[in-house]
Structure formats: C-alpha cells, structure tokens
C-alpha cells in the first residue's frame, strides 16, 4: 500500500506542534521540528488550503526538493541507509537519448554511488532537473519499504503497516547538517 505524504518543517523557535490539530495521519523525523502529513492526490490543494492558517500560525514551513538537495542525499545514501535504485528527470521522456541521461542510468545499474554522482552533476550542468529519487529503505520496524522522493516536497512510502517514524526525514528536510 502506498502512502504519500507532504513533508514539512517548523521554524525554530516557536512552540511545540500539535499534531492532533491536523486531524491526518502523519510521519516524523527524529526531530518533533520535521513532519509528514498524508495527502491524497486528488484533494492535495484542498488539503493545504484547509492547514494553510496552521501552518502560518505556527510558522511552519512546506518542504520543497532542489538538485543539490537531492545530489546530497545521493551522497549521503549509504549513511542514512537509502538504497538508490531511480533518478527521474523532469521531461525525460524526451531526452532519453540523452547520452548523460543514458550514463546516469547506467550507472544506477553497476550501483556505484560515485558513478551515479558523477554521470548526474554532468546531466544536471545540462540544465536536466531532477523529479524525483527512489530507493529502498529500513523502517524502524526492520522491513524493506520503496521511498520515493519528489522535488515538490512529497514522498511515498510502499509500506505493509503503518509506521510513524523516519529518521531519513531529517536529512531530506534539514540536510547534511543532520548528519555532523
């Protein structure tokens, strides 16, 4: 069963979250500062007009992916046991002729971080911009899930069971400082 969830971060500072007060199902980093909240597709603009003056009130903040950010978590994979099997580009469908486009999927196959993060800061010095990441991931629960990671702040989860917490979203959400 997939789950996609926004993710979110509140500006420190400001008083502890409430979560109840979304009244959704949620996910959390490590940290009570970074959050998920389930989204349906089909109503995801409803959604963030319906939270939108909680959000305001407590200062909080919606995630969103950039090239570095994602290159990072690339970096960063094995640290946070992120298992790389996907890199989607914004338009692929046209460029998949694309040489560079060719070597970062190739290089996704030989599973060589270092392969991958050169062929990809090439593709994006190319003016390719990433849409999206996949990979596997260890729940806390210790089972297998897919995590794909979305440019606009979403991720989904492929999970069998509900499980509330995923350290990796403090990386994605804060960066590499989480890790120092």
């Not at 997939?2 to 959704?24: A, P």
């Not at 995801?44 to 200062?59: T, V």
């Not at 469908?93 to 070597?103: A, G, K, S």
């Not at 030989?110 to 090439?122: A, N, P, W």
């Amino acid at each position: 069963m997939v789950q996609i969830y926004k993710l979110f971060h509140q500006n420190s500072g400001r008083r502890k979250i409430r979560y109840n007060d979304f009244n959704t199902p949620m996910i959390i980093g490590n940290s009570e500062k970074v959050f998920g909240l389930k989204v349906e597709p089909e109503h995801y603009r409803e959604f963030l007009d319906g939270i939108s003056n909680l959000l305001i009130k407590n200062k909080i903040s919606q995630h969103i992916m950039t090239d570095f950010k994602f290159t990072e978590l690339i970096r960063q994979s094995c640290k946070l046991g992120y298992e790389l099997s996907d890199i989607t580009f914004f338009n692929e469908e046209r460029y998949l002729d694309d040489e560079v486009i060719q070597e970062v999927k190739n290089a996704l196959w030989q599973s060589d971080i270092d392969l991958v993060l050169g062929s990809l800061l090439e593709a994006i010095d190319n003016g390719h911009n990433i849409l999206s990441i996949t990979g596997d991931i260890q729940n806390i629960n210790g089972d297998l899930e897919q995590m794909k990671i979305y440019s606009n702040g979403t991720i989904s989860v492929s999970s069998k069971q509900r499980v509330e917490r995923y350290p990796i979203i403090d990386f994605i959400i804060e960066g590499p400082e989480v890790i120092l």
